[in-house]
């Protein structure tokens, strides 16, 4: 019951007042299974691009942390293919720092930050962290390609899509083309 009213409250303050760049909803109306996404930040290589999370709230949760992956790929020293994230605040003590104080917005926050900063002395990923050390240039240029080639929205998908991370297919997207498109009727032009 304690966590069920916490998850509510949770939700309800990220419905309300999200942190910047920050969107989490429940996913299926499961309390336990919830999604999140996360706008790469400014001056970073993830710069405009929406990521996509899976969020699995653990039955002892708040004293176990939540279960959080990137289902968007991204390239980040702190970030596995499989989108599992090294972050301190998403383990227990004594590897690592969570604390039943910390709620999901903060760890999304923390996330967002960890984007911004990656942390190459604690990766998951040693080749894209040692890139990251020396040689930032061809870092910064993969992680740009990463991000435009998975998550930047396209102009023709809808909120849907990118909710779901899902490519639209050639069908759905002459049906959008021919939904947005404005009927109006031809206007010749006549001179002077």
């Known amino acids: 019951m304690q966590r069920t009213s ?16 920050v969107t989490c909803w429940q996913h299926e ?17 993830y710069e405009g ?16 942390p939540p279960k959080i992956r990137f289902l968007t790929p991204i390239y980040h020293p702190n970030i596995d293919t ?19 104080a910390l709620n999901i917005s903060t ?4 996330i967002q930050l960890l984007m911004n900063e990656p942390n190459p002395d604690d990766p998951l990923m040693a080749d894209i962290s040692s890139e990251f050390k020396y ?9 740009r390609k990463w991000t435009e080639q998975h998550a930047m ?6 909120k849907a899509d990118l909710k779901e991370n899902v490519t639209p ?13 404005p009927r109006e009727p031809k206007k010749s032009f006549k001179g002077p």
């Open 6 to 21: 916490r998850l509510n409250r949770e939700l309800q303050l990220l419905n309300t007042e999200p942190p910047p760049g």
């Open 29 to 45: 109306n499961k309390m336990d299974d919830l999604r999140a996404q996360v706008v790469g930040g400014s001056g970073s290589p």
């Open 49 to 64: 691009g929406i990521f996509n999370l899976e969020i699995v709230i653990p039955e002892r949760y708040p004293f176990e």
């Open 82 to 100: 499989a989108g599992r994230i090294c972050l301190d605040i998403l383990k227990l003590p004594p590897k690592g720092a969570w604390r039943p």
């Open 107 to 110: 760890v999304l926050t923390s």
């Open 135 to 143: 040689n930032r240039a061809m870092f910064t240029s993969n992680a």
């Open 153 to 158: 929205p396209r102009t023709q998908d809808t």
């Open 169 to 181: 297919t050639e069908s759905t997207l002459q049906k959008r083309k021919s939904e947005e498109l």
